[in-house]
């Protein structure tokens, strides 16, 4: 069954115009069809169309679930942008499939591309969120700069992932299961040293990601597998 998403649905019971079209005139969905639909706050709803208009399709909400496939951890990874913005695009749409709950765009020494627009990702986030049937949608914040970030993330398991010859583990040898992390994650120039010895001030452990030097959004998607992997125990 498709899922839907319709976060306030506690206020109306009514697919926005984008959703509508999508289920009354590519899926032809009609009056007393079922349909599934998610606040993205960890609630699934089966509910039951009632009126299929194309730009305001009403229903009826028949049953709810709460806590749809909570994860015992949370996962927030910063990241710096990439220059070709697809190759994020593609990362944010498969670390939203593998399973995350907050992306930060981070504006480092070495960073490529300084602006984003959230708004794309954001209906990236939705579209693959629906299509992995995910019941919590992952925030997208605005972009930080390095510092900024570092400081104001001080609990939790904290990693930065960088290409310096340093003493470090691998990052599934690091993660301890069940607890909440932040990951870091450099521009294609890596982080420069003085974000790396920032970070470890603050407490961020350095790991490895493994022995190819991958492009940031792979190196995004690993870390994002490495850390359900490890949590799936």
């Given at each position: 069954m498709?899922?839907?998403y319709v976060p306030d649905i506690d206020k109306r019971q009514e697919l926005n115009e984008e959703e509508s079209q999508h289920c009354v005139r590519v899926l032809r969905l009609s009056t007393g069809d079922n349909i599934l639909l998610t606040d993205g706050r960890g609630t699934t709803y089966e509910a039951r169309i009632v009126n299929p208009h194309p730009k305001h399709c009403s229903f009826e909400i028949v049953s709810r679930q709460e806590q749809v496939n909570k994860r015992p951890y949370r996962l927030h990874i910063g990241i710096a942008p990439t220059k070709n913005i697809e190759?994020?695009?593609w990362?944010?749409?498969k670390c939203v499939e593998i399973g995350i709950d907050e992306i930060t765009p981070?504006?480092?020494r070495f960073s490529e591309r300084k602006i984003?627009?959230?708004e794309r990702l954001e209906k990236i986030m939705v579209s693959a969120a629906k299509q992995s049937l995910k019941a919590y949608m992952p925030v997208?914040?605005?972009m930080c700069s390095f510092d900024e970030f570092v400081n104001s993330h001080n609990e939790g398991q904290r990693y930065i992932a960088h290409c310096y010859e340093q003493d470090k583990r691998l990052l599934q040898k690091e993660i301890?299961?069940?607890e909440d992390l932040v990951i870091l994650i450099g521009p294609e120039g890596d982080f420069s040293e003085q974000e790396v010895a920032t970070a470890l001030a603050a407490g961020y452990v350095p790991v490895s990601l493994g022995s190819s030097r991958l492009r940031t959004?792979?190196?995004g998607v690993v870390a994002c597998h490495t850390a359900a992997l490890i949590n799936e125990v």
């Open positions: 498709y899922l839907f190759r994020l695009e990362m944010i749409e981070l504006l480092c984003i627009k959230p997208l914040h605005d301890k299961p069940h959004e792979t190196a």
